[in-house]
């Protein structure tokens, strides 16, 4: 019953009922608490001993990649988490998101492909998350985060030059890495768009966000109303214009998986669009 209850085994018998009879209530709490120390102190070298083989046996058998971070070329930031050498995913994430993206999407994903031998990096885009962090407005632009995404490619490719090299975008990020895989020398052999948007301004060309885009151009800075107030500039706005990515992406040959949920509230062009323009 005491061992069910957390207590450690009895290692010998303890004093009787008898031999305590004649002890005052102090002396016999004194002489219970010392026998149960005394006990302790012998079961701790066997705890000690269980808890060291279980460690030895644990690292003998774990083989869990190491994850560093790093600072790019470009000066963005990005973790690296090294599972092989031979297969890497390049991981961009959404718009105002940060590295490990939200709900730590992008950290989950990336102990997932360790745990298949793919290695991966994902790189923080300059002047979103971060500058959210810093209680900044957005003001990268769609040419800063190819930018970006290419630093992080440009690392892999420069210290495996013959691993396989995928792409991962999510959100704004499916553009980004779509714009990238068709200037990118050499080329990478797969990707995967994650609830992408189809063209960069897709991302704020909702009608609920036109007031806020407006004062962006008009003022310098706009205030959308997303999952929190986020502030962005003309500059990021501007950065957004012109970008018609489907038409160049006929361009690309690798691999292609899209998936998206049926409530996404970006536009639902995967299977047509998209699909249409990878042929």
Known sequence: PKQQRGHLPMLERGPTRNSLA?????????????HRLRNRARALPIMGLAILLSALVGSAFSNEPSQTTLTLDTGARAKVVNASDDAWVVMVH??????????????????RLASEGISSIRVQIQGEGDALARGEPLDST???????ARSALQWVQD????????????SYGGPTVMRLAVTSEPEVQSMVLWSSAL?????????????AVRDALETGVGIIKSWMPIAVTRRHVLGMLGESILPEFSAYQGALLTIRGSNDYL???????????HV
């Open 22 to 34: 004649n002890v005052d209530r102090d002396q016999r709490m004194k002489m219970k608490w010392r």
């Open 94 to 111: 959404g718009w105002s998101g940060v590295l490990d993206e939200v709900g730590d999407l992008y950290l989950r994903q990336a102990d």
């Open 142 to 148: 769609f040419s800063s985060r190819v930018a970006d």
């Open 159 to 170: 210290r495996y030059p013959k691993a396989q090299v995928g792409l991962l975008g999510f």
């Open 199 to 211: 063209n960069p301004i897709d991302i704020v060309k909702d009608e609920s966000q036109a007031g």
């Open 267 to 277: 536009p639902q062009g995967d299977p047509v669009k998209i699909g249409r323009a």
